[in-house]
């Protein structure tokens, strides 16, 4: 059986999570400005697994408007499994995805639109204005050269899920299965012709962010994981210039035993060498037993998200 041709021509994918705060006035906004651009304009709205009201509200406006559609994850199971989730239901020839705390403003997604269709695939929403406190900008910063450091995939801190995303680009982006799917990395790993545009950053309407440091250091750990084996080859490179170090070590000792410069054994070079080999023998193993781990969620193929209920 055919199925027929889409006729939407913007989707727009909202991973939505504790944010019943302004999940109301964010739809309403949305209304406003894409309705001046296009009628055939579906809105998906993926719970993941809220435990405040945020869903009762999908499920309403979903009642009431043709055009929404809400899909509720039967537990948190993160924000980039439940854009995935609204990506696949996306018939759009255009997809936005953006979050749903107001900090992505409906208001610049026209501006994006109409750089898109001149000729680009994917325009990136780059926030200018970034609302964060200074603690947590300096840990941003420091989190994307870490990141890049360990896996010389470069990012741009100030670029995140918030942009306009064609078909194709959004097709090729869904059949990359892996378990550990990331999507500005995908984004960036599929290529294409690739755009930015400034906008503004709006405040959050959540009074915290849903992410604590531990999540997000979690989530960057899996995401070097999955895209990199930079840090096995880091171990390796390391391992050969302490094995230098120590080499080196060994013939300066050598060449002063038989001069007879050494009167007393040293018991701290002993002691040192060998809290620096164990020290980077259990690192290599642990990073090694990182990456099986990986390998072992991999091969157990689960579900990436379980949906409860639909609209
Ligand atoms: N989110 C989600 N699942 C989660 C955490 C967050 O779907 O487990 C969604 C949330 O609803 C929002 C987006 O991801 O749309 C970004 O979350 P948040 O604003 O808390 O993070 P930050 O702005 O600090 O990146
Ligand atoms: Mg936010």
């Known amino acids: 059986m055919k199925t027929p041709k889409s006729q939407t021509f913007l989707s727009i994918v909202i991973p939505v999570y504790q944010s019943e705060a302004g999940l109301e006035e964010l739809i309403e906004r949305l209304k406003q400005a894409l309705f001046a651009i296009s009628t055939e304009v579906e809105l998906i709205l993926v719970?993941?697994?809220?435990?405040?009201?945020?869903?009762?509200?999908i499920s309403k406006v979903a009642e009431k408007e043709d055009f929404i559609r809400g899909l509720r994850f039967s537990r948190n199971f993160g924000q980039h499994q439940a854009i995935f989730a609204g990506l696949e239901l996306a018939q759009g020839e255009w997809v936005v995805v953006m979050d749903a705390d107001m900090q992505d403003l409906p208001e610049e997604i026209p501006m994006m639109l109409t750089k898109a269709q001149l000729g680009y695939d994917a325009v990136l929403a780059r926030r200018m204005d970034k609302k964060a406190t200074w603690f947590s900008q300096v840990l941003t910063i420091v989190y994307?050269?870490?990141?890049?450091?360990?896996?010389?995939?470069?990012?741009?801190?100030?670029?995140?899920?918030?942009?306009?995303y064609n078909k194709r680009m959004i097709h090729q982006v869904l059949q990359m299965k892996e378990y550990n799917w990331?999507?500005?990395?995908?984004v960036h790993w599929v290529g294409f012709n690739q755009s930015t545009l400034n906008v503004k950053h709006g405040v959050s309407t959540n009074p915290r962010s849903n992410y604590f440091i531990k999540s997000k250091f979690n989530l960057g750990l899996n995401t070097l994981l999955a895209f990199s084996d930079k840090p096995l080859r880091l171990t390796i490179k390391s391992g050969l210039i302490v094995a230098l170090i120590g080499f080196l070590f060994a013939l300066v000792t050598l060449i002063r035993y038989f001069s007879g410069a050494i009167v007393v054994p040293g018991y701290a070079s002993i002691i040192v060498s060998l809290w620096i080999l164990f020290g980077l023998l259990l690192t290599t193993i642990?990073?090694?037993?990182?990456?099986?781990?990986?390998?072992?969620?991999?091969?157990?193929?689960?579900?990436?998200?379980?949906?409860?209920q639909k609209t």
């Open 286 to 308: 642990g990073i090694v037993g990182l990456y099986v781990g990986k390998t072992f969620e991999g091969v157990k193929n689960r579900p990436r998200y379980i949906v409860d």
């Open 47 to 57: 719970d993941d697994g809220s435990k405040d009201g945020s869903w009762d509200i």
């Open 182 to 186: 990331y999507f500005p990395t995908m």
């Open 144 to 164: 994307y050269q870490v990141f890049y450091f360990m896996s010389g995939i470069k990012q741009d801190p100030s670029i995140g899920n918030f942009g306009v």
